[in-house]
């Protein structure tokens, strides 16, 4: 009886079977990167909008305050003062008032915040809404953070 072999040139070599392998983990290691990457970015933002909720918070507590009382109130040493501590994230907020027009105060209202990951956001790297050496990045004399708002009020 004859032996029948079949010799079929169907299918990889070792050599393609390990080049695929290779390319595929290095397309995984990227997409997890961009995962976790993706995932610190979703935290930070929440985060934000807590913060940002907080300001706009203190803001219509400004905004409902005695308009003459306004300046004296929320200044340094004034009572409830310019600075207020956040209850929802670890956080410091700053209110400067700009009175130089007295029909028209411009107000803004600063949060610098830690991050979940432990990461200052804003100028105020110790939270205790004083600008202390070294911490005024841009030298223009305020806290400045990536939460802010800045408005203006008008006697009513």
Same mark, same amino acid.
């Given at each position: 009886?004859?032996?029948?072999?079949?010799?079929?040139?169907?299918?990889?070599?070792?050599?393609?079977?390990?080049?695929?392998?290779?390319?595929? &983990?290095?397309?995984?290691?990227?997409? &997890?990167?961009?995962?976790?990457?993706?995932?610190?970015?979703?935290?930070?933002?929440?985060?934000?909008?807590? &913060?940002?909720?907080?300001?706009?918070?203190?803001?219509?507590?400004?905004?409902?305050?005695?308009?003459?009382?306004? @300046?004296?109130?929320?200044?340094?040493?004034?009572?409830?003062?310019?600075?207020?501590?956040?209850?929802?994230?670890?956080?410091?907020?700053?209110?400067?008032?700009?009175?130089?027009?007295?029909?028209?105060?411009? &107000?803004?209202?600063?949060?610098?915040?830690?991050?979940?990951?432990?990461?200052?956001?804003?100028?105020?790297?110790?939270?205790?809404?004083?600008?202390?050496?070294?911490?005024?990045?841009?030298?223009?004399?305020?806290?400045?953070?990536?939460?802010?708002? @800045?408005?203006?009020?008008?006697?009513?």
């Amino acid at each position: 009886m004859k032996k029948i072999f079949f010799y079929f040139k169907k299918g990889f070599t070792l050599v393609e079977v390990l080049v695929a392998t290779g390319l595929l &983990v290095i397309v995984l290691a990227g997409l &997890v990167g961009l995962f976790v990457y993706c995932s610190m970015l979703s935290e930070l933002s929440g985060d934000m909008t807590m &913060v940002m909720s907080e300001l706009q918070g203190k803001w219509e507590e400004i905004r409902n305050h005695d308009y003459d009382l306004i @300046v004296s109130d929320y200044s340094s040493g004034g009572t409830p003062g310019n600075t207020f501590d956040l209850t929802q994230v670890n956080a410091q907020g700053v209110i400067y008032i700009d009175a130089a027009n007295p029909e028209l105060l411009v &107000v803004k209202i600063v949060a610098s915040w830690q991050a979940r990951n432990d990461r200052i956001m804003g100028e105020d790297q110790n939270l205790n809404g004083i600008l202390d050496a070294g911490e005024d990045q841009n030298g223009n004399g305020e806290i400045d953070s990536s939460t802010s708002l @800045v408005s203006m009020i008008t006697q009513r």
